[in-house]
């Protein structure tokens, strides 16, 4: 089970942190993926972080802006997201998939329930 919180209402320029904590499984075996959904798009990749934390990935749109890292002595994954646009507002989605990562939605197994980010211009 993963769960996803942090989202809330943000100015453009501004930042916020969100934070996926896992249990039900052996949590430093998984990567961990951050994907966000707009109104009327598909699921999207963002960001995703290996079970160690020492490699990272990131779509093109976020690079430079968002950090994803973990910390396995507590099962959570975290999402900084600095500098926003209008354009991250999105229902993000945190999730696991056994091995390395991938920006492909169906590789994933476990997902959270979505926390809401909305970036005011």
């Known amino acids: 089970q993963l769960q996803a919180f942090g989202g809330g209402l943000a100015q453009a320029g501004g930042s916020l942190r969100l934070s996926c904590t896992a249990s039900?499984?052996?949590?430093?075996?998984?990567?961990i993926g951050w994907f966000r959904q707009r109104p009327g798009k598909e699921r999207e990749f963002v960001a995703a972080?290996?079970?160690?934390?020492?490699?990272?990935y990131y779509a093109d749109s976020v690079k430079g802006r968002f950090t994803i890292s973990r910390d396995n002595t507590k099962n959570t994954v975290y999402l900084r997201m600095n500098t926003l646009k209008p354009e991250d507002t999105a229902v993000h989605y945190c999730?696991?998939?056994?091995?390395?990562?991938?920006?492909?939605?169906?590789?994933?197994?476990?997902w959270g329930q979505g926390t809401l980010v909305t970036v005011s211009s």
């Open positions: 972080v290996r079970w160690n934390g020492r490699s990272t």
């Open positions: 999730a696991a998939r056994i091995g390395t990562y991938s920006d492909y939605v169906h590789d994933y197994k476990y």
């Open positions: 039900g499984f052996t949590f430093d075996d998984y990567a």
